[in-house]
């Protein structure tokens, strides 16, 4: 593809420039006339065309003013409730909208259009016109308006036409009563002339209001000047400069006007509205203060954080008694067991607390007996009176100091059962603080909040006041409209470059598109010079698609076949002689001729007798069987089956006694496996043993790959183009197959060309017959002589 496109870039650069100007040149008359054409109703238009002005005025949105209803709530700014600046976006809807726009309307009576005509102009009135129509009642028409008619005017009387339709003769002054209202129509004291004979007809033309407004909207623009400028350009383009500049200067007015508005009803309104919120709250402050004082006398309250401290403190020391408690109850349950388990001999340890000093020094004095005892035993026995003294002494010792211990145990209880209580008493007393706490900041939280706001209104009511009594514009005017002495458009300069330059270009584009549709190849030089391709011959259009040359042939289309079997013999000269020849025919698409050219080359070659098999291989399309008459099996079937033999599928041609036929045969469900088995390759060398050629009708290359995978098969390849159908742009799958060398010894052949053409240079075929043959002069028209039309 790369290829081709070098190969079609080289084509472009070798355009003669001088034919391509030849092309247009040739047209020249359709070019004067054209020009001629265009300039006239360029004048026309200029004529016939009002003159458009663009009215503009500057204005300055001040930051500091609020430009809608939420902004305007200054007083609500430290609650984040407005307070914005301006926003330049806003203003500008503001400016565009539809309610503003129909108030300045009003104002100026800018739905009444007043004009006369002069021939194709109308010339508008605007505070000058001769009359005035007024309203006292009106019923107009809300669609599309109506139209006043004045005309026959004199000093005192008129005929008067509405919508078209003659409503009679009125006098000025003098109501005039008709479906659409009451109406009067007079006189203006400095406009009406003196000589009434050079008044022409006036025309009072009524839009309703939103159609006018719509109307001026559409052609009004507003934009600030610059992304980061708070300055808008207000611009105005119309026929009427005059009317247009009072309708820009009158909307900035009402503009500002709606602000200050605005900005008085707001305040107004927010003023009353904090003037009834105080009195509310405070009254809802008075019961909130009740609340708290009642509260704390119910509840015996007087600083919740100051008794939740002390409760605190008694609970911690009455949890330290109890642990105290708890240790001495089970020292002492030791002891008793201790005492208990113990021999008569062993020491009791004395761990009582020094609180009961009574049971400790019983303890001390056991342990003295025990300690006499035992030092008795070093000079005495068991059996001595001293040492059963001891023991008895001993025993009775133990006996007093468990029942001190039983006795203190009892009290250590009772007193941990009183701390219990003690300590359950605190830890309800604590726990109810919560409740208590949360409920007090409930009120006292309404309390705060309340004394905020009945502030924050007091304050603010005072600066909305201030607010009240001062307004500011919201729009400064930079620049007032003024009415511009320069018109905007129609330019008539450009627009009589334009009528020239649509004048040439009308008939450049017919002309161009013309030879841009002609994409089809037709001729050898459209081939030639769109591709490196060797060129084969041409073949032109037969008397029928489905005639097969015969010996006796003459026709054009006989003789090319001839030439086109001779140039492919230069095609493949370098083969030998004696070897067979197999030769391919495809095409790019289906119905460029493939079949017609391989029954014919097959039939030239028959006919100089040299052997030739015709072989159908266009196994998904076979189309052989519109020239001869075969059966439905043949290579397909040879393909697809075993033991069988290729010559049961050969068929013979009665009239070409030198021409076989092998078919397509059935359609198979897998073409491109058959023609690519191993069969097919050894079926074509059986077969070039016993033909001279072999020719071979293959499929179109763009649609299936079955050519290009049986092209090793084939010594030469005829790529059938045809004119007329194929487009010069798919020239380039032919030229890429060629430069990549996927189909041996290739060559084109142009088929169905016209026959007066001939190989492009303007010979035909068929030479020596019809020679000298007298044509017809075709008349030609004057007109068409003219234009240079043939």
Known sequence: MQNYQENEQKNNESIDLKVELFKYLSHWRWFVLSIFVTLVLAVIYLKITPKIFDVNTSILIKEDNKSDITSQLAAFSDLGIGGSKNNIENEIQVLKSRTLSEKVIDSLKLNYHYYTEDGFQKISYYKNSPIEVIFKTSNHSQQKGNLFEVTNITDTTFELSIDEENAGTFKFNTPIKKEIGELIIKKSSIYFPKNVENLKNIYVKYLPTDLVSESLRSRTTINPTSKTSSVINIALKSSLPEEAANYINTLVNFYNLQGIEDKRFIAQHTS?????????????????????????????????????????????????????????????????????????????????????????????????????????????????????????????????ILSSLKNNLNSLRIAKNDLKRQENQMQSKISQVPKQEREFRIIDRQQKVKEALYLFLLQKREETNITLAATELTAKVIDQAIVPTKQVAPKSSIVLLAGFIIGCLIPFIIIYIKNLLDTKVKTRLDI??????????????????????????????????????????????????????????????????????????????????????????????????????????????????????????????????HLDVLPAGTIPPNPAELLMSSKLELLFKELRTKYDYIVVDTAPVSLVTDTILTAKYADSIIYVVRAGKLDKK?????????????????????????????YGYGYGYGYGYGYGVKMEKKKIPLWKKILGIN
């Open 272 to 400: 009353d509205f904090i003037s009834n919120r105080l009195n509310i709250i405070a009254e809802e402050l008075g019961d909130v203060e009740k609340n708290v004082e009642s509260y704390k006398n119910s509840n015996n309250l007087t600083d919740i954080q100051s008794e939740v401290s002390l409760f605190l403190t008694n609970l911690s020391t009455y949890e330290r008694s109890v642990v105290e408690n708890e240790t001495e109850i089970n020292i002492v349950n030791d002891l008793i067991n201790y005492l208990r388990r113990s021999d008569s001999d062993e020491l009791v340890p004395n761990i009582i607390s020094t609180n009961n000093s009574g049971i400790n020094s019983s303890i001390d004095e056991l342990n003295k007996l025990i300690l006499e005892k035992q030092r008795q035993l070093i000079n005495s026995t068991s059996e001595h009176p001293k040492i059963k003294e001891l023991d008895g002494l001993i025993a009775s010792s133990k006996n007093n």
């Open 528 to 657: 030639e010079g769109n591709t490196s391709i060797p060129f084969l011959g041409d073949v032109p259009t037969s008397e029928s698609s489905d005639q097969i040359i015969e010996l006796n042939s003459r026709s054009s289309s006989a003789e090319a076949i001839r030439i086109v079997r001779t140039n492919l013999d230069f095609m493949i000269s370098d083969l030998s002689k004696e070897q067979c020849k197999v030769i391919y025919s495809t095409s790019t698409f289906p119905g460029e001729g493939k079949t017609f050219i391989s029954a014919n080359i097959a039939a030239t070659f028959a006919l100089s007798e040299k052997k030739t098999l015709l072989i159908g291989m266009d196994i998904r399309n076979p189309r052989l069987d519109t020239y001869f008459d075969l059966p439905t099996k043949g290579l397909t079937n040879y393909l697809s089956t075993k033991d069988t033999k290729i010559e049961d599928y050969i068929i013979s041609i009665p009239s070409y006694p």
């Open 730 to 758: 798919a020239l380039m799958i032919p030229e890429t197959l060629y430069r990549e060398k996927k189909l041996p010894r290739m060559s084109l052949l142009l088929n169905d060309t016209n026959t007066t053409k001939g």
